[in-house]
């Protein structure tokens, strides 16, 4: 093996174990917000679970806000993943539409139920990292704009600007976007007020039948 190749090796070595001892204290960190929260964490503590001294955590993740943005990251980008999925199957973009809404809304609702200081990770990361809420929220629009486009192309929708509609439609359906930030309502009354608000919209989008001569 050349030296070039050795080194390569060695740097593809170091990478994975500097991603698998990010992946340990990220895990530690998640325990101990959900335990105890984010504010009464300190990185003192998460680097004691690691077993590891508070100066090697810093070499992985500057503050403890970093280290909450990457969990948060984490999550999305499995729920990305997902709703991906669903956005490419091969079915009417009508069906995929609804599926995509409602399914989103059951995973965050649950996820939230299941764990609720994720509401509070999830808070204060969008509020100190904006950007990180921007380019949620801007994969989000892609894969909404995606489904338009498909549906204007098989003629169930007329869709002149899917990604300026697409951005409406988010709009009008953020309330449904991790809803417990915003109401205390179950999720049989949301999911109910996301029916009726998916109806309005696909209502405006659909191709309407002509008029027999």
């Known amino acids: 093996m050349s030296l070039t190749g050795t ?12 991603t698998e001892t990010r992946g340990q204290i990220m895990e530690a960190a998640k325990r101990r917000f959900s335990h105890f929260g984010y ?7 998460v680097a004691a679970d690691c077993a590891m001294s508070p100066g090697n ?17 984490e999550g999305e980008n499995a729920r990305r993943e997902e709703m991906e999925r669903l956005a490419a199957e091969p079915r009417g973009a009508r069906a995929r539409l609804f599926d995509f809404f409602f399914r989103e809304l059951r995973m965050t609702y649950r996820k939230l139920e299941e764990d609720p200081r994720t509401a509070e990770i999830t808070r204060l990361v969008a509020r100190e990292r904006p950007t990180f809420s921007e380019s949620i929220l801007a994969a989000e629009r892609a894969l909404i704009a995606r489904i338009l486009y498909d549906g204007h192309s098989t003629g169930e929708f007329f869709i002149e600007k ?36 998916l109806g309005l919209i696909i209502e405006g989008i659909a191709v309407q039948p002509r008029a027999s001569a």
């Open 39 to 45: 504010g009464k964490t300190t990185m003192a503590e």
């Open 7 to 18: 080194a390569s090796a060695k740097d593809g070595i170091k990478d994975g174990v500097k």
């Open 57 to 73: 955590l810093y070499r992985f993740f500057p503050g403890k806000l970093d280290i909450a943005e990457a969990i948060a990251l």
């Open 162 to 197: 899917p990604k300026h509609t697409a951005e409406m439609i988010q709009s009008a359906t953020l309330k449904f976007r991790f809803p417990q930030l915003w109401s205390a309502e179950p999720l049989s009354q949301l999911e109910w007020e996301l029916e009726g608000v």
